[in-house]
């Protein structure tokens, strides 16, 4: 079982920052795939971005590629999510994940990962 803590949402304006962090506890991640999605009112949990805790290369979906960047701190078992250049259209709860089994074919759907924080909101003023 992993567990996972989301924090460091707020308040900002149009093209501000914010660095969310993920911390993990609970069983070794080893191989896991960690991702980041986001969900605002109405709409359906949507992906941001994704990384793999032994090794490789971020992967961002479109709409954040070039400004939010995705980190991680082995050490601490602990993820982050830097976002940059922030639009209103930003504005949601955000949460992590973790997908122990990593179906490949799921790898960007919120249904390929099966622990998830509490979430946190981050809302951008226009």
């Known amino acids: 079982q992993v567990q996972l803590v989301e924090s460091g949402g707020g308040l900002v304006q149009a093209g501000g920052s914010l660095r969310l962090s993920c911390a993990a506890s609970?069983?070794?991640?080893?191989?896991?795939?960690m991702g980041w999605f986001r969900q605002a009112p109405g709409k359906e949990r949507e992906f941001v971005g994704r990384?793999?805790?032994?090794?490789?290369?971020?992967y961002y979906a479109d709409s954040v590629k070039g400004r939010f960047t995705i980190s991680k701190d082995s050490a601490k078992n602990t993820m982050f999510l830097q976002m940059n250049s922030l639009k209103p259209e930003d504005t949601a709860v955000y949460y992590c994940?973790?997908?122990?089994?990593?179906?490949?074919?799921?790898?960007?759907?919120?249904?390929?990962?099966?622990?998830w924080g509490q979430g946190t909101q981050v809302t951008v003023s226009s």
């Open positions: 609970g069983r070794a991640l080893g191989s896991s795939a």
């Open positions: 990384i793999v805790w032994s090794g490789g290369s971020p």
């Open positions: 994940a973790a997908s122990i089994l990593r179906t490949y074919s799921l790898r960007y759907s919120a249904s390929g990962y099966e622990h």
